[in-house]
């Protein structure tokens, strides 16, 4: 692989990871700080370890084994660091399962947010569509229909994937909306400080999801992945470090998120069929995406001092 394509796909994988994170940093600020300075560098040194190298280390080499049900998970752990053709071709012919099942399960996401999610409205259209929250699941439904419907056309195994994806997207969609109740509690509870630092890490993994899947929309070298998303969670728990102020600077870092989370996922949805895209297509439009929700929050910032002073 060339250089700089090796380059633009591990920064594209960083900036996706620490936007599509900018929830968790949020939730992690707001609760380490009811912790001691103790149980603080415990959740930062441990919660490191296990964020970046357990949880996003791991998660991709399982992704990629229950696309492939050919394969045993030590014959896809030594296809990454092998040249064993065979198990590459499997691998290759289990990418359109990974992909339909990844493009539903973030499109899911996209949707949900831009329907029912309370927001910063960067653009006019997302308060109105907002207001329509009530065809969110009359949407996802139609869409789960034509999904699996145009999946049965290719492969029967490739509907499955789809209704994989989807299902996981509701799993996942409900213990997110549960965890802005835990939040609360966490926060003004009277929880013992292990209970608060296991809840944040299984937390954490819930939320790396969205980052991990998002990256085979980048490449489908899983050790470009681990590099890439392992340095995005470095930069998100240094947001957590910096705590709360720091990150809500930034008002429009949500919806850079959401909008390059149904971007990846059309993509992916796009190449299960078939279409093929540039490899610079899905860093290039991220960056792009992050560097103008990034300008956007600075100028609204600098207006709303404008108006306080």
Known sequence: MPILEVILTV???CVFEVISSIDNAIVNAGVIKTMSAKFRRIFLVWGMFFAVFVVRGLLPFLLVWLSSPSLNLGQVFSAVFSGDEVVRQSLDASKPLLLLGGGSYL???FLSWL???EKNFLLKTEKFIKKQGVWFYAIA????????YLALQENPILALAAS???SAFFITDGFKKNAEEKEKELISGNLSAWSKILYLEILDASFSIDGVIGAFAFTMSIPLIIIGNGLGALVVRDFTIRGLGFVEKFAYLKNGAMYSIGFLGIIMLLESFGQEFPFWIAPIVTISILAIV????LKENKTMAKKSS
Do not use: A, K, P, W
């Open 107 to 109: 499109f899911l996401v």
């Open 294 to 297: 990034f300008i956007v929050s």
């Open 115 to 117: 329907f029912l999610e």
């Open 11 to 13: 920064l594209g994988l």
């Open 141 to 148: 439904s139609l869409f789960t229909t034509l999904i699996i």
């Open 164 to 166: 994989i994806g989807i």
